[in-house]
């Protein structure tokens, strides 16, 4: 399957939910939001949230600082 992750084509072996792309991509634990076609999908739902060909992913990591 074919998607493009933050700006880039990105090939996924099979279907994937956005948790499993998260930790493929050893960003489980961290602080990130996602986005699916231009929605934010709230980390609650990213376990059941299915990924399909053609989606646009953008991943952003919180950075804290002071």
Excluded at 25 to 50: C, D, F, K
């Amino acid at each position: 399957m074919q998607i493009q992750l933050n700006g880039e084509p990105s090939q996924l072996d099979g279907e994937q939910t956005l948790a499993q792309l998260v930790e493929s991509l050893g960003l489980a634990g961290r602080r990130i939001a996602i986005e699916v076609n231009e929605e934010i999908v709230p980390r609650s739902l990213h376990a059941q949230t299915r990924l399909n060909d053609g989606d646009s992913v953008e991943i952003v990591h919180a950075i804290g600082g002071g």
